[in-house]
């Protein structure tokens, strides 16, 4: 039998069930903001070298735990394990991000594509969650997570990092059906992948689809969210009698929120362009909300974080269903003290919003 959760805030708040405080987590927690982290990956050689170890992941995952009062881990891996699953040949230029060496842009390639066996290609992933499932001895629950299909896209078609995207908006403008098969084919492989995060021992899963906002409403419906929610339907949502909460995001989903709400879902990511106050109002309170403080914020001075923390908090006010987070990820130049102050200040100015 699986160990009980000492600490369970946060599967709580993410089913909106009543918790004496705010349950806090920091989107990429375990990165480049702290020292120990940098230490490890220069001892690891490179970036990939550390998510396909599951002993140095698990030692990446933990240590933020070690520095702050967190609510919960997060798998530390990266988004496109898939791609580099599915043969695209990952690597990582120095100064530039991620690149694939065989980018998926026409007709043929995109047919070409397919379903990985999840075990065989990411077996190092699973391995990953289970010795930190192992390690945190029920502390705290585990996150597992993976890319949403279009942003994983982004990066297959695209070849790289951008930000106009022009390859992928063009696929979806002049073969829409292409660009489809392709997002159902990443969509099938992601449902397998998060299965088998669960089955390792994840206990709540987050899809990021960072560039879905790259979309206007319509094509964001078709192509981003119609795969999420693909991947969600396919899903298992229970295990050892627990259920697994869902935490969509798509960074500046704005007055999307209403239909990533209508997903069946049970928690939204919100940025700091839309308060916490209008995305429960989008939302109708269907599902619990996490975010929303700007990471810059972390630059300034502890009464500015705090005060930062504060109208966060106020916004999205009284009553279950809040999670405390960062609108996006946290930044390498962040101070980590910084990130101790927002933490604290979570633990000492959220217990109000919840008698």
């Known amino acids: 039998m699986p160990v009980p959760l000492k600490n369970d805030l946060l599967l709580?708040?993410?089913?909106?069930?009543?918790?004496?405080r705010t349950p806090v987590w920091i989107m990429r927690q375990a990165g480049r903001y702290?020292?120990?982290?940098?230490?490890?990956?220069?001892?690891?050689g490179d970036f990939m070298s550390l998510c396909a170890n599951p002993e140095l992941a698990c030692e990446v995952t933990l240590q933020p735990l070690r520095r702050f009062k967190l609510d919960a881990a997060i798998l530390f891996s990266d988004i496109l394990t898939i791609p580099d699953a599915m043969g695209l040949g990952l690597w990582f230029e120095t100064g530039e991000g991620p690149k694939f060496k065989r980018p998926v842009r026409t007709e043929?390639?995109?047919?070409?594509?397919?379903?990985?066996?999840?075990a065989d290609k990411l077996g190092y992933v699973f391995e990953a969650v289970s010795r930190i499932r192992r390690e945190l001895d029920g502390d705290v629950p585990l996150i597992g997570f993976a890319g949403s299909p279009w942003t994983v896209g982004t990066y297959m078609v695209e070849g790289g990092s951008s930000r106009e995207f022009p390859n992928i908006l063009g696929l979806a403008r002049e073969n829409p059906a292409a660009l489809q098969r392709m997002l159902?084919?990443?969509a099938e492989t992601t449902t397998n992948y998060l299965n088998a995060q669960i089955d390792a021992g994840a206990q709540a899963i987050m899809i990021f689809d960072t560039w879905g906002a790259a979309l206007d409403g319509d094509e964001y419906r078709r192509f981003s969210l119609a795969s999420m929610q693909s991947i969600m339907d396919g899903l298992q949502r229970?295990?050892?009698?627990?259920?697994?909460?869902?935490?969509?995001?798509?960074?500046?989903?704005?007055?999307l929120l209403t239909?990533?709400?209508?997903?069946?879902?049970?928690?939204l990511g919100v940025d700091w362009t839309t308060s916490l106050q209008d995305a429960r109002t989008l939302t109708d309170g269907k599902v619990a909300l996490q975010g929303n403080l700007n990471p810059a914020t972390l630059r300034e001075s502890p009464e500015v974080i705090e005060?930062?923390?504060?109208?966060?908090?106020?916004?999205?006010?009284?009553?279950?269903?809040?999670?405390?987070?960062?609108?996006?990820g946290i930044t390498p130049d962040i101070d980590p003290d910084n990130l101790g102050v927002l933490v604290d200040?979570?633990?000492r100015l959220s217990p109000q919003y919840h008698n």
């Open 12 to 20: 709580r708040a993410l089913m909106r069930e009543s918790v004496p």
């Open 34 to 44: 702290l020292p120990e982290y940098r230490a490890l990956r220069a001892e690891a």
């Open 108 to 118: 043929r390639e995109i047919d070409a594509l397919a379903v990985p066996d999840v």
């Open 184 to 186: 159902t084919t990443v």
């Open 238 to 255: 229970e295990k050892d009698g627990q259920k697994i909460p869902i935490i969509l995001f798509t960074k500046g989903a704005g007055s």
């Open 259 to 267: 239909d990533m709400a209508a997903t069946g879902c049970d928690a």
């Open 307 to 328: 005060q930062g923390v504060a109208d966060a908090l106020a916004s999205y006010g009284h009553g279950s269903g809040h999670v405390f987070n960062l609108g996006h």
């Open 345 to 347: 200040a979570v633990h």
